[in-house]
């Protein structure tokens, strides 16, 4: 479920929360300059950083203690997946050295990735100041890519077409598709959330949500992504489609409960 804004923590709270801190920020890092090209050492490093950090957050927090099977279902199904690696390369596999060099490389960087998520999840729903900063790193990617939009158009003297401009950056296409669904998908689930919710800080964090969606669109449009616009699109819709038959179930609810009533 998506979380709320606001909260600090305080000094001597900080100071026992630091693998909250680095879990977090290690991963604020990764979003910002996974895309980026010569950084595959400061990747790994930020990644195994983050993943150490969020063993300790995991253990500390106490979260897969006491609680029921149907709660940890989709752990423990995320779990046989690597599992399920290891028994099919020991068992089943018909090329050992490939799949070896996929465990080592593909393989340890989705379980140290699922770990860092797991930690990312407590650290930020224990310590709400960290929201912000956290979300906010969702749109570093869009963000750098309009703004280097502008640069080689303002360089070009003209606005560049945007199948001109995705020869002309770095970024390509899928950069920018996967990282713009990715914001915009904890968008609209964000929003969803606030839909409902009579906060004072509402209107200023819907604000913020449907900014960083038109951000996104705008990166995708530009880096000439169809499968980024489509997908932004396709989710904008849903979110729309959510607004609609939300308070329609709501009613429909409130009419038979006040039928039961009526008719005894």
Not at 140 to 165: R, T
Request: with cysteine; proline share 4%.
């Amino acid at each position: 479920m998506p979380l709320e804004w606001g909260g600090r923590v305080g000094k001597a709270s900080s100071q026992r929360a630091w693998p909250e801190y680095v879990c977090v920020a290690s991963a604020m890092a990764l979003l910002a300059i996974w895309v980026l090209p010569d950084t595959i050492a400061l990747r790994h490093l930020l990644l195994v950083t983050a993943a150490l950090s969020a063993a300790l957050v995991i253990h500390r927090s106490g979260f897969l203690y006491h609680r029921r099977f149907l709660e940890l279902a989709p752990l423990i199904a995320l779990a046989s997946l690597f599992l399920w690696v290891i028994i099919h390369y020991l068992a089943f596999s018909l090329n050992p050295a490939l799949e070896a060099s996929e465990i080592q490389s593909l393989w340890v960087r989705s379980l140290l990735a699922a770990m860092m998520a797991i930690g990312v999840r407590i650290s930020i729903a224990t310590h709400p100041g960290l929201q912000p900063y956290f979300f906010a790193a969702l749109w570093v990617v869009p963000l750098i890519n309009l703004g280097a939009y502008v640069y080689v158009s303002w360089k070009a003297g003209h606005f560049l077409l945007p199948n001109q401009f995705v020869w002309a950056f770095t970024f390509k296409k899928i950069e920018a598709a996967f990282y713009g669904v990715l914001a915009v998908s904890i968008a609209c689930a964000n929003l969803i959330y606030w839909f409902g919710k009579g906060d004072p800080q509402k209107k200023m964090i819907v604000t913020a949500w449907c900014l960083g969606i038109a951000i996104a669109m705008a990166s995708a449009i530009v880096a000439s992504t169809k499968n980024g616009v489509a997908g932004i699109f396709g989710l904008c819709a849903l979110l729309v489609l959510t607004f609609i038959i939300e308070p329609l179930i709501h009613r429909q609810k409130g009419s038979a409960r006040w039928r039961r009533v009526l008719t005894g």
